[in-house]
């Protein structure tokens, strides 16, 4: 059974850093791309950055890059979000998503950050920045 757990939300002022893990299982870790999104309250839900598993290949949206990365630990089956200069408008619910892609030459940044493209979830983690 694939599960994906999300953990490391909480309350930060702006500035302030976290780190977010997604801890996988039931499945093997380098045939995917795994993903993270956001949803802000009234939002849809944004993806904005990925990685391929299996090369390390990354992916941002602009509104992150340079203060997000994002890594993968293949003995763990876990992918962390490191986020630093924390905003306001970066509160929101954060989900770590997985798309296999074995068979496929699919990499992190020919996959369209949209909820569609990505089939199993996790159950999100509350990322808060006070200002």
């Known amino acids: 059974q694939v599960q994906l757990v999300e953990s490391g939300g909480g309350l930060v002022q702006a500035g302030g850093s976290l780190r977010l893990s997604c801890a996988a299982s039931g499945f093997i870790f380098e045939y995917y791309v795994i993903a993270w999104f956001r949803q802000a309250p009234g939002q849809e839900r944004e993806g904005f950055s990925c990685?391929?598993?299996?090369?390390?290949?990354?992916s941002y949206a602009d509104s992150v890059k340079g203060r997000f990365t994002i890594s993968r630990d293949s003995v763990k089956n876990t992918v962390y979000l490191q986020m630093h200069n924390l905003k306001p408008e970066d509160t929101a619910v954060y989900y770590c998503a997985a798309r296999y892609t074995i068979g496929t030459m699919l990499s992190c940044p020919d996959i369209r950050p949209e909820e569609d493209e990505y089939s199993y979830w996790g159950q999100g983690t509350q990322v808060t920045v006070s200002s």
């Open positions: 990685i391929t598993h299996s090369d390390g290949t990354t």
